[in-house]
């Protein structure tokens, strides 16, 4: 069973717009949440991280929102690049050293 | 620093015939996972090791996927015999025991034809 789950397959949007990627996962024990961006024929790469004691973290366009009540978490990437077009996975993980659980990714075209 | 290293990135087999993935860690990482990507599933794990010991392998398919970890910082990720629906991308990805961040490898593309 999913235990994190993006449910929009795939998204488009106009450059310099922002671009708002979901994620839901079911599981109240997790408590900390990461971002990956994946390019066709490369591995994902880390992009973003929140931690569940926070509600908010920012890194440069990129800002991932935490709803610990809905379990939900959003990407919002502002304003949108052409170079951001790739697939992104949210994941998420019970402490540290455990294992992390995967959505099925978002791809995201951002039209010039 | 070298990252996660892969080997082959791409595999075409016959059914039937056995196929060994191949996953080098970053060095002074102590944790390693093998995950599958597919359409319906995303990155799925099938297994992840923390020194040189396997923790979770609830995510392996069946009996003809088997994992190891000879030593530190090399993995094996076997499937004897292959079928055609176990064409997919495998990732290896590499941890510090208690760091946050996993980090991928480039991927495995496995054709079973």
């Known amino acids: 069973d999913q235990q994190v789950k993006q449910n929009s397959p795939s998204l488009s949007v106009q450059e310099g717009r922002i671009s708002i990627l979901n994620c839901d996962y079911t599981?109240?024990?997790?408590?900390?949440f990461l971002w990956y961006k994946k390019y066709p024929a490369e591995g994902p790469t880390f992009l973003i991280s929140?931690?569940?004691?926070?509600d908010k973290n920012e890194d440069g366009r990129f800002t991932v929102f935490l709803n610990k009540s809905a379990k939900h978490l959003s990407l919002h990437i502002v304003p949108s690049q052409p170079g951001d077009s790739a697939v992104y996975f949210c994941?998420?993980?019970?402490?540290?050293?455990?294992?992390?659980?995967f959505g099925t990714g978002t791809s995201l075209t951002v039209i010039p | 620093d070298a990252g996660v290293i892969q080997s082959p990135r791409h595999e075409v087999t016959e059914m039937g015939q056995e196929v060994t993935l191949r996953c080098k860690l970053i060095?002074?990482?102590?944790?390693l996972f093998w995950y599958r990507q597919t359409m319906m599933r995303g990155l799925e794990l099938l297994i992840y090791?923390?020194?040189?010991?396997?923790?979770?392998d609830s995510g392996m398919p069946e009996d003809r996927f088997s994992a190891k970890m000879p030593n530190a910082s090399f993995s094996t990720l076997k499937i004897q015999p292959s079928e055609p629906r176990d064409s997919a991308v495998y990732f290896c990805?590499?941890?510090?025991?208690?760091?946050?961040?996993?980090?991928f490898g480039e991927g495995s593309w496995l054709t079973v034809v």
């Open positions: 994941a998420a993980s019970v402490g540290t050293g455990n294992q992390f659980y």
């Open positions: 990805a590499s941890r510090r025991t208690r760091g946050n961040t996993i980090y």
């Open positions: 090791f923390n020194n040189n010991v396997p923790i979770d």
């Open positions: 060095s002074g990482h102590n944790s």
């Open positions: 599981n109240s024990m997790f408590d900390y």
């Open positions: 929140i931690s569940s004691i926070k």
